[in-house]
């Protein structure tokens, strides 16, 4: 699990995930996650897994991002 900060870019919800073990930092949500949770979301950060992309087949695979919690850091 990560902790990351949710960004609108372009109208795409996106995750900046500084801690994340693999080059890529910025991870597209999880359709799932995008239609249904963050728009009950009441903080930008949130803990996130990452999920293979299936589509990938090259030595580096994308990964989506899965909202797990959201943290309040009031």
Do not use: C
């Amino acid at each position: 699990m990560y902790l990351g900060e949710l960004h609108n870019i372009d109208g795409n919800i996106m995750v900046y995930l500084p801690s994340a073990p693999v080059r890529q930092k910025w991870y597209p949500l999880s359709k799932f996650n995008n239609i249904i949770v963050v728009d009950k979301l009441e903080s930008r950060i949130v803990e996130v897994e990452l999920i293979p992309n299936q589509g990938e087949l090259d030595e580096q695979p994308e990964y989506t991002a899965r909202i797990v919690s959201q943290l309040n850091l009031n």
